[in-house]
């Protein structure tokens, strides 16, 4: 059975005193409960992980980076390496976020080099897929995808794949007033899945898990987790609070609770 994941990325928000009151908000709610059944992340900004760190050690939540660079050290000013990353005591990192596509530049054959050396580490890479409105309209989704995916993962052998959490955030949605129906999501999880399938074999497609991000709320994550290859949710704005997160992990934990084993 694929184990369940709730994860949040809080982009540029989220000060260090700001981190520490998240921190100590979701401490005092999860402590004395068994959320055993899920993994949890927070994706803190680089300055706060020290804090992140610090407050959540105590809890079932662990950090990430935002992103990393290939190189495991260089002149690559403003950069941050996986050693570095391992160090602030991350345990994943989020890769090729669609931000850093549009804003900066950055290509998948880019982010294969970053999700090689992440692996290396011992990081877990949250690898972030997702097509755009254009590409939509165009029925293009699914091959966007797949090469995306196949790019991101080339050389990697089939046992290491299920390593890899794949997010399927959809550009259009990613802050946007709402998040894609779930038909379109299972069309979408399912195809990655049996592109999985098809280059990396059924043990691998079964035990990787793939997320839904894209205008994820606690209202609607009951409908979107009911899609059979949905394994959790990935959220942005909605757990920017503690609050929120929370209210996010209880919808994830009633999914986990109810969800057949799969594979």
């Known amino acids: 059975m694929r184990k369940m994941m709730a994860g949040t990325g809080w982009k540029m928000n989220n000060s260090v005193a700001e981190t520490l009151r998240y921190a100590e908000t979701l401490a005092a709610w999860s402590a004395g409960r068994d959320l055993s059944a899920l993994d949890l992340f927070v994706l803190p900004p680089f300055t706060s992980l020290h804090a992140a760190r610090t407050a959540l050690s105590n809890t079932p939540v662990a950090i990430g980076?935002?992103?990393?660079?290939?190189d495991a050290s260089g002149g690559w000013t403003g950069e941050i390496s996986a050693a570095m990353l391992c160090e602030a005591g991350c345990r994943y990192v989020e890769l090729a976020h669609s931000e850093r596509l549009q804003h900066f530049g950055e290509t998948y054959a880019?982010?294969?080099?970053?999700?090689?050396?992440?692996?290396h580490a011992g990081l877990t890479p949250i690898l972030c897929l997702g097509e755009t409105a254009p590409e939509k309209a165009a029925g293009r989704a699914d091959a966007v995808l797949e090469a995306q995916v196949l790019t991101a993962l080339a050389g990697q052998g089939a046992k290491h794949i299920p390593d890899v959490v794949l997010a399927y955030e959809p550009?259009?949605?990613?802050?946007?007033?709402?998040?894609a129906t779930p038909d379109y999501i299972a069309e979408r999880h399912g195809r990655l899945r049996e592109t999985l399938h098809a280059h990396y074999g059924k043990a691998a497609a079964a035990r990787t898990r793939i997320l839904y991000g894209g205008s994820v709320t606690p209202e609607?994550?009951?409908?979107?987790l009911a899609v059979e290859d949905v394994d959790g949710l990935f959220v942005g704005r909605?757990?920017?609070?503690?609050?929120?997160?929370?209210r996010i992990i209880e919808v994830v934990a009633d999914a986990a609770r109810t969800r057949r084993p799969q594979g």
Do not use: C, S, Y
């Open 238 to 246: 909605a757990a920017w609070q503690a609050e929120g997160f929370i």
């Open 171 to 179: 550009r259009w949605a990613i802050g946007g007033a709402e998040a």
């Open 220 to 224: 609607n994550g009951p409908a979107i």
């Open 110 to 119: 880019a982010v294969r080099k970053k999700l090689d050396t992440a692996m």
């Open 65 to 70: 980076g935002q992103n990393m660079h290939w």
